[in-house]
């Protein structure tokens, strides 16, 4: 008999929160915990139908349930083996077993029956089963359910308590739904999670975490619309990493990988959950800040300067100079993203030829600033 371990929502969520960034071995894994727990769960509630039954007389019956928690034992040493779809497969051949002996003894009214049902659900998600094969064992379970009804419609209930009967039959009925549900639940949170983990993975770049460019432009767009409501400011910087091919050509490109990722973990640390970072492509990056003036952005990009010229100190290779090149401009509220990034672009420019490991602040930006102003 397959009965639920029934587990909080909560923890399938905690579970594949985990699986996330190892995809679909941490995933299996999150079937094999809730397997087991099921596992377990049944071998107790059939060690307890054996001195239940025995109770009643139906002594018979006591003894199929010893059998039957030796194959729920049986099924849990497979699962600990790694053997999850032979595990499965023990399952549900114990489930029809019992079903079927004990509709012939007790008849159907106590609702033993219904397991069948969840068990064509199970192996469903027998993944190591074809479709077409595990449908035929599904629909084999539902024919079995329907022949029950045929060969034991007449036999009735002939032991102790028998006015019990009727809610015995609606204690199963929903226990052997239970599963169903939660398994429906199951697959609902894996899919969602798998959804979110494949959109996550389009939209960063594979070796910064940062998102990339094609993304972005979503996420920028809808935080100038958001910017507009609230009107709030939003600044846009364009940076790049000075003399990054002498990087690669002189230290390898794992090395100058190792700097792309330590500029991104920099970049991380000083902007605010709302703000955005992109690697926009190559050495060149994109921050957009928001809720910032230009004054505002233009002293956390310093500071962000400041902190990765200290990067040299952190490499294996004491020549190893990281500085990097800074174009600020604060957008304005009718101009196009376009626009602002072509603005950002050329201060990102004047930055390179002032002589690099700069900031620059576009034209027409903060009073505070001149125009093209420039702090190295």
């Given amino acids: 008999m397959l009965l639920p371990c029934v587990l909080e929502v909560g923890l399938i969520k905690h579970l594949l929160k985990q699986s996330k ?12 915990l809730i397997i087991s727990k099921i596992a377990y769960f049944a071998l107790i509630v059939h060690a307890l139908l054996i001195p239940a039954f025995a109770h009643i007389g139906a002594n018979m019956l006591a003894l199929v349930n010893i059998l039957s928690v030796f194959a729920w034992a049986s099924g849990i ?22 079903a079927v002996i004990v509709c012939a003894t007790l008849g159907l009214g106590a609702g033993f029956q219904f397991y069948l049902w969840t068990v064509s659900c199970i192996l469903m998600i027998d993944y190591q089963l074809t479709f077409k094969r595990a449908a035929f064992y599904s629909l084999m379970m539902i024919a079995t359910f329907a022949l029950l009804y045929v060969f034991f419609a007449d036999v009735q209930y002939s032991f102790a308590y028998p006015e019990l009967l009727p809610h015995v039959n609606v204690i199963n009925i929903i226990i052997a739904g239970l599963p169903m549900v939660y398994g429906m639940g199951l697959i609902r ?33 809808a935080a100038h619309q958001k910017s507009i409501e609230l009107e709030s400011n939003l600044c846009i910087v364009m940076a790049d990493i000075d003399k990054f091919k002498n990087i690669n050509d002189n ?31 190559g050495e060149e990056f994109l921050i957009l800040l928001t809720n910032t003036d230009a ?28 500085t990097m090149s800074f174009g600020l401009i604060e957008w304005q509220p009718l101009a196009s993203i376009e626009k602002m990034l072509q603005h950002a672009d050329e201060a990102l420019y004047k930055s390179k030829h002032a002589g690099r490991n700069q900031t620059t602040v576009a034209k027409g930006q903060h009073p505070a600033f001149k125009d093209a102003d420039a702090v190295n």
């Fill in 251 to 281: 230290y390898g490109h794992e090395k100058g990988d190792t700097v792309l990722i330590n500029v991104a973990r920099l970049i991380r640390q000083f902007i605010d959950d709302d703000d955005i970072a992109v690697r926009w492509g």
């Fill in 295 to 322: 004054k505002q952005a233009f002293a956390k990009i310093e500071a962000l300067r400041l902190k990765i010229a200290e990067l040299e100190a952190h490499h294996e290779f004491p020549d190893l100079k990281v």
């Fill in 189 to 221: 949170e894996i899919t969602l999670s798998q959804r979110v983990e494949l959109t996550d993975m389009a939209a960063r770049d594979p070796l910064t975490k940062l998102y990339n460019r094609r993304f972005a432009k979503k996420l920028i767009t």
């Fill in 21 to 32: 960034q190892s995809g679909l071995e941490e995933i299996e894994h999150v079937k094999f």
């Fill in 77 to 98: 040493f497979l699962i600990k083996q790694g053997l999850t779809s032979l595990a499965l497969r023990v399952f549900c051949l114990e489930v029809i077993i019992h």
